[in-house]
């Protein structure tokens, strides 16, 4: 049985169970507690370490360590529903608008948040490295995030997903990323109806929910 070590309150391993909810891949979850600090003690880090959720451990004990390694393994594996595209150019887009969601929307959430949370006053970054605070970067990381919104707004005008012909894990990667926004208290409001439009669209796949 495929194993997801997951974290219900963290945005990175929701993407991976969207993804295995929408592939209709049955797996085993263990909860991996990340206020507690359980990803970077020694029992964790020998699973994964990177000392970060998502991780995947994969029926011959192998563990996948990330997002990236998640879906190229499962998208191989398991090639219905296609989400990564099937030509080579709705691969291009998809991978292109993926990375978007994940630079310019989850990355500057967590900008912001990394850098401004007395929690994680060591812990600017994820990994096994800690990195202080830069307080600087927090506003930065908010700006970067309306940025973000201006951006899915403009490319889903006349657009019902983000890349190509139709749902991929570009939708998937946005999606968390506009949700993880309200950790640092910021959502798409009027300015932003077809990001609006398409979220509540969104909101109809059950895998959402997850
Ligand atoms: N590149 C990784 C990033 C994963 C990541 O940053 N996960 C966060 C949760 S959203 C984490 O494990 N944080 C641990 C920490 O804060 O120390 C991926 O997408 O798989």
Redesign the pocket.
């Known amino acids: 049985m495929l194993t997801l070590y997951d ?1 219900a309150t ?4 929701r993407r991976a169970r969207i993804l295995l909810a929408e592939k209709g891949v049955a797996h085993a979850t263990v909860a991996v507690d ?1 206020r507690a600090g359980d ?2 003690g020694e029992a964790y880090r020998a699973i994964n370490p990177q ?4 991780a995947l451990r994969l029926d011959d004990g192998q563990v996948l360590g ?2 990236a390694a998640i879906a190229a393994w499962l998208e191989a594996q398991f090639p219905d529903p296609p989400l990564l595209g099937t030509t080579p150019l709705a691969k291009a887009e998809i991978a292109s608008w993926n990375w978007r969601a994940e630079f310019e929307g989850l990355l500057a959430v967590a900008e912001a948040l990394r850098n401004s949370a007395p929690a994680l006053k060591e ?1 600017a970054l ?1 990994g096994p490295v800690g990195y202080p605070q830069i307080p600087e970067l927090a506003a930065r990381g908010l700006a970067r995030v309306q940025q973000f919104f201006e951006l899915l707004n403009a490319r889903l005008a006349g657009r019902e997903t983000l890349a190509a012909d139709g749902f991929s894990i570009a939708d998937i990667t946005a999606v968390v990323a506009v949700d993880f926004a309200r950790a640092v208290r910021l959502k798409p409001g009027e300015a932003h109806p077809h990001l609006l439009r398409w979220r509540a669209a969104m909101a109809q796949r059950p895998s959402m929910a997850l």
């Open positions: 974290c963290a945005p990175s391993p990340l990803q970077l000392c970060t959720v998502p990330d997002n812990r994820t």
